[in-house]
T-cell receptor
């Protein structure tokens, strides 16, 4: 596609529900990142994929967060048993190469946990 | 630990006036430095980046930034602000090796008055 596409754009969940957020990176991009942006804050790193390999998941806040990219293209960020503190915008970004080059961000998925 | 400080949460500038947004970073090695802009409901867009070489870098939309190693700063400037520049601006730092996980500042919201 022309850009990084994320869905849903907005998600409201009741506390305790599971949610899945999808990211379609730019076609052919090797690198894929997930960032979490809380209200009034800058984006914070969650996890990184190089093709289908998850090379860094050090930013995932808890074991309730899980990300996958099984075929090296589309990625899904799953949050189990959502809590209010999970409310944030989840940004996906992709890059053509493994290192170097511009990072292209999607518009984000805004999650609100009630 | 890596960190980025953007000391100004909000800045208001008159249209046509000059702009400078401050960014200070803490990093143990030679960093890569970035400025991103985020309009409401949009993803982050890269304005400019510094990897090496000339310490004054030019970006899109008439923006420039100067890397000052002695001051650990990477301030963003524009000689004449347009109303369409109103947005949130994020400074980010990353390593010059590996997959370049970025650390972002908390952002500066730019308001442009007529």
């Amino acid at each position: 596609g022309a850009g990084v596409s994320q869905s849903p754009r907005y998600k409201v969940a009741k506390r305790g529900q599971d949610v899945a957020l999808r990211c379609d990176p730019i076609s052919g991009h090797v690198s894929l990142f997930w960032y979490q942006q809380a209200l009034g804050q800058g984006p914070e790193f969650l996890t990184y994929f190089q093709n289908e390999a998850q090379l860094d998941k050090s930013g995932l806040p808890s074991d309730r967060f899980f990300a996958e990219r099984p075929e090296g293209s589309v990625s899904t960020l799953k949050i189990q048993r959502t809590q209010q503190e999970d409310s944030a915008v989840y940004l996906c970004a992709s890059r053509r190469l493994a290192g170097g080059g511009e990072l292209f961000f999607g518009e984000g998925s805004r999650l609100t946990v009630l | 630990a890596q960190s980025v400080t953007q000391p100004d949460i909000h800045i208001t500038v008159s249209e046509g006036a000059s702009l400078e947004l401050r960014c200070n970073y803490s990093y143990g090695a030679t960093p890569y430095l970035f400025w991103y802009v985020q309009s409401p409901g949009q993803g982050l867009q890269l304005l400019l980046k510094y990897f090496s070489g000339d310490t004054l870098v030019q970006g899109i939309k008439g923006f420039e930034a100067e890397f000052k190693r002695s001051q650990s700063s990477f301030n963003l400037r524009k000689p004449s602000v347009h109303w369409s520049d109103a947005a949130e601006y994020f400074c980010a730092v990353g390593p010059n090796t590996g997959f370049q996980k970025l650390v972002f500042g908390t952002g500066t919201r730019l308001l442009v008055s007529p």
